[in-house]
């Protein structure tokens, strides 16, 4: 079996001077970025409060791109949503390495706090498979 290894993310600075520098730009008041991580810690632990003792050692991660493109299409549906942008890797992954970025540009901070929790939901649930691995 063909292992994929991770790829490399993206410079937060560009995407933050692209955002900046598109016309849309003028009626944004805030940005937010999520960076999710591989952790060490079960996902059962952290979730459910299950402890059977075990860390996680990496994690096979993969996303369906059609869906993760429906979501950020329906972020910008949202209330003051100008600017979306996501970075998935892929592959094998160990703790500490970056699981996503998103960015989420918007007028005011209740519209973006609720895009942001509102994308990264779905793309957890809908859009992608994680394999924690011990």
Not at 52 to 78: H, L, N, P, R
Not at 84 to 97: A, F, I, M, S
Request: proline content about 4%.
């Amino acid at each position: 079996m063909n292992e994929k290894t991770s790829r490399l993310p993206p410079s937060i600075d560009e995407w933050l001077k692209e955002a900046k520098g598109m016309p849309e730009a003028l009626e944004q008041g805030m940005f937010l970025i999520h960076n999710g991580v591989v952790r060490q810690t079960p996902r059962a632990l952290v979730r459910e409060g299950v402890d059977d003792g075990s860390q996680v050692k990496g994690m096979i991660f993969g996303y369906d791109e059609d869906k993760v493109d429906q979501a950020v299409a329906e972020t910008y549906q949202m209330d003051g949503i100008f600017h979306v942008r996501v970075w998935l890797n892929e592959g094998t992954l160990k703790p500490g390495d970056d699981i996503m970025y998103v960015l989420i540009g918007g007028d005011i901070r209740p519209h973006v706090i609720a895009a942001l929790q509102s994308l990264v939901q779905k793309i957890k649930t809908e859009c992608v498979t994680e394999i924690e691995q011990f």
